[in-house]
């Protein structure tokens, strides 16, 4: 099965947070082998897609350096990264968006295209990464036709990514829970 192709897919990458978990500190800004993960992310997913969006809600001059264009969520209260997919999804110009989060600094290029491939076999329906027991919701393919249900359980309040996901048609890549690819660095101890 051929992943979707680069001309009908946009990168999102989510680091519109508050990094409560790390003080304040931007986790898209946090260096990993010297240099800030954004642009390491950005690297890996730039000859997958067309357009690469970063959703960010603050050091906007730092992250256009590395991004197509920006997007931020509606509100300043920092609602979540249903608000990033969300807008993402309103500025996405292609047929699909790759989510992903800023806090995977063990992610390569071999997983994303796994999760592509899958996604490729029902292409209008979301695609996300299943651990064991565990949905990984932030790493996922989502058809920009699902838009408007979006809209929709945003209106209805919904502020969960996996309740969202989960109650759309969905597929899943389902990888082994010990997979260090998808560690997420939450701590500063993390991201030495």
């Known amino acids: 099965m051929q992943p979707i192709p680069r001309q009908a897919l946009t990168a999102l990458l989510l680091a519109g947070g508050q990094g409560s978990r790390l003080g304040g500190r931007d986790k ?20 997958l897609v067309s357009e690469a969006l970063i959703s960010c809600n ?9 991004a197509d264009r920006l997007v931020n969520d509606a509100t300043t209260d920092y609602p979540g990264p249903l608000a990033g997919i969300l807008s993402g999804l309103q500025a996405c110009r292609t ?23 899958q996604a490729a076999r029902t292409p209008d329906q979301p695609c996300l990464i299943k651990t064991g027991d565990n949905w ?47 560690h997420n660095a939450n701590t500063a101890e993390d991201w030495v």
């Open 58 to 66: 603050r050091h906007q001059a730092q992250y256009q350096a590395w």
């Open 136 to 182: 990984q919701p932030l790493l996922t393919v989502i058809p920009c036709a699902c838009l408007a249900a979006l809209e929709a359980a945003w209106s209805d309040g919904q502020r969960s990514p996996l309740r969202w996901l989960l109650s759309q048609s969905h597929q899943y890549l389902e990888l082994p829970a010990t997979d260090k690819r998808l």
């Open 95 to 117: 047929t699909h968006l790759l989510v992903l989060p800023c806090d995977l600094p063990h992610l390569n290029q071999a997983l994303i295209e796994a999760l592509l491939a």
């Open 28 to 47: 898209g800004l946090m260096l990993w082998h010297g240099e800030p993960i954004a642009p390491q992310l950005l690297r890996l997913v730039r000859p």
